[in-house]
């Protein structure tokens, strides 16, 4: 089995992947990222390698593949470069964060010879792997409801404690995407389980926030008011999905739940993996009890690797799917339309929750009517770097359901602190 040349593009999250790629055959053979602290950190793993700060030199390096791991708004252009070159793409999420960057992202996949493939992680957490076998397996009968929840709070107050340094690096500058992050768009870890496991497509979509805050005198920059918003889709087959982007409910789970004529499944809340199976009484197949609780069990040639790698496991299925569809020649599920569908419902879900739960309809890239319709909508809530320097551009829309929500000084004044004190590398040991 030839080793699969691939570079990377942003070493804060790409750096996580290192021992990933290298247990699948891969040959890390550039890195990219405008930090010259994380090019030399990825370095201490992997030698001298080719290092580039400006991603145009870097991807004349020869290789196979791309793992794009920059910003979450960011990757787009990159992308589209890459296809360009006939170069295959992995992609972090979010694939586009306007929907004028999903015709252009989809246009350019139409006409390039090289794969794309969006790198969510989600769906290969083995509860989810386990829900969309047995709804595969057709004892569920036809879907009508599916839930996915990502909820992921944090403290609003920072400490003097181990994992300080990982919390403000999060946010290493003020116009940082996350501290501008609106509710709906961090959606591909609550909707993608649910459009794996069910291959439902939406296609209408609606939101309403929860606005609290955070308090006046924490440590918070979030621009962002709305704790989470609750986010609905109409589907192609007829079902609904009820999901969230990255909400903020006490306290942390992820969790999923799929409703079908003659029974359901869910991963347990608090339940360390296992799952619940009922079905309806009159309906259970053979072999199975109305309620059947318990935890998947992982047989899998990798399963060492796969326990110690990050998500559930679901970093390292990541890895290995793409670099199977390469060596294969053939086109992962989590292809350009999937992930664009899942950005369109996160991008008109705000929309939505701005305009007070009115309904948008999802558009299909596949269709030159749907892209025309939306190939210069440039409406952004982030500032956007240019060209990866420096140099950024502004948000052109409201971030919250309240428009004119913003941070106090108090919070401003804390978090400036903070970051100063990281910068001048106090929190390098913790």
């Not at 930090?35 to 030698?47: F, M, P, T």
């Not at 309906?283 to 059947?292: A, F, M, R, T, Y």
């Not at 339309?337 to 939505?352: E, K, N």
């Given at each position: 089995?030839?080793n699969i040349?691939i ?6 999250r790409g ?5 990933i ?8 053979v ?5 930090d ?16 580039f700060?400006?991603f ?7 290789m196979?593949?791309v793992f794009l791991?920059?910003?979450f ?10 296809l360009?070159k006939?170069i295959h793409?992995?992609?972090e ?7 004028a960057?999903?015709?252009?992202l ?5 006409k390039s010879?090289?794969?794309y493939m ?9 509860f989810?792997q ?9 004892t569920?009968g ?5 839930e996915?929840?990502y909820n992921h709070p944090?403290?609003?107050y ?5 994992g300080?340094?990982?919390l403000?690096s999060l946010?290493?500058f ?9 509710a709906?768009y961090?959606?591909?870890?609550s909707?993608?389980?649910l459009?794996h496991s069910?291959g ?5 979509v609606?939101a ?6 955070a308090p006046?005198?924490?440590d ?5 008011g709305?704790?989470t ?6 589907n ?7 999901v969230?982007g990255c909400?903020a ?13 003659k029974?359901?499944?869910?991963n ?5 993996g296992?799952?619940?199976l ?5 309906e259970?197949?053979e ?14 040639k990798d399963k060492e ?11 390292f299925f990541v890895i ?9 020649g053939?086109q ?5 339309y999937f992930?664009?569908t899942?950005a369109s419902?996160a991008?008109?879900g705000h929309?939505?929750l ?5 309904p948008?309809d999802?558009?299909d ?8 319709k939306?190939?210069n ?17 502004a ?16 919070q401003l ?5 903070w970051l100063e ?5 106090e929190f390098d040991?913790?």
């Amino acid at each position: 089995m030839s080793n699969i040349r691939i570079g990377i593009f942003g070493l804060n999250r790409g750096g996580h992947y290192i021992d990933i790629i290298l247990a699948n055959n891969g040959d890390i053979v550039a890195i990219c990222d405008k930090d010259e602290r994380k090019i030399k950190n990825a370095q201490k793993k992997l030698g001298d390698v080719p290092s580039f700060t400006d991603f145009d030199k870097f991807l004349e390096t020869p290789m196979d593949c791309v793992f794009l791991a920059n910003y979450f708004h960011e990757h787009t252009k990159y992308a589209i470069k890459c296809l360009e070159k006939g170069i295959h793409v992995l992609s972090e999420c979010t694939s586009n964060s306007t929907m004028a960057e999903g015709v252009a992202l989809c246009r350019a996949a139409e006409k390039s010879k090289a794969m794309y493939m969006l790198a969510e992680n989600y769906p290969y957490m083995l509860f989810n792997q386990e829900m969309k076998r047995v709804f595969d397996g057709g004892t569920l009968g036809k879907l009508m409801f599916a839930e996915g929840e990502y909820n992921h709070p944090g403290n609003p107050y920072l400490s003097e404690k181990p994992g300080l340094k990982y919390l403000i690096s999060l946010r290493e500058f003020d116009g940082h995407w996350r501290n501008y992050l609106p509710a709906t768009y961090y959606v591909t870890h609550s909707l993608a389980p649910l459009m794996h496991s069910t291959g439902a497509t939406p296609k209408r979509v609606t939101a309403m926030p929860i606005f609290i805050p955070a308090p006046e005198d924490s440590d918070a920059t979030k621009r962002v008011g709305d704790k989470t918003a609750v986010i609905m889709t109409q589907n192609d087959d007829g079902s609904v999905f009820r999901v969230t982007g990255c909400a903020a409910f006490g306290a942390h789970d992820n969790s999923y739940r799929l409703c079908c004529t003659k029974g359901q499944i869910e991963n347990v809340r608090g339940g360390d993996g296992k799952v619940m199976l009922r079905y309806n009484d009159w309906e259970k197949p053979e072999g199975k009890n109305e309620v059947n609780y318990y935890l998947p069990e992982l047989n899998d040639k990798d399963k060492e690797l796969i326990e110690k790698a990050g998500h559930g496991g679901g970093d390292f299925f990541v890895i290995r799917e793409f670099f199977r569809c390469i060596r294969e020649g053939v086109q992962h599920p989590f292809d350009v339309y999937f992930a664009t569908t899942m950005a369109s419902v996160a991008i008109l879900g705000h929309r939505s929750l701005l305009a007070g739960g009115a309904p948008y309809d999802i558009p299909d890239f596949r269709l030159e009517s749907d892209k025309k319709k939306w190939e210069n909508d440039n409406s952004t809530p982030f500032y956007y770097s240019d060209d990866y320097s420096d140099e950024l551009s502004a948000p052109n829309i409201p971030l919250s359901s309240r428009a004119d929500y913003k941070p106090s000084k108090k919070q401003l004044d804390n978090f400036a602190k903070w970051l100063e004190r990281y910068d001048n590398g106090e929190f390098d040991n913790l």
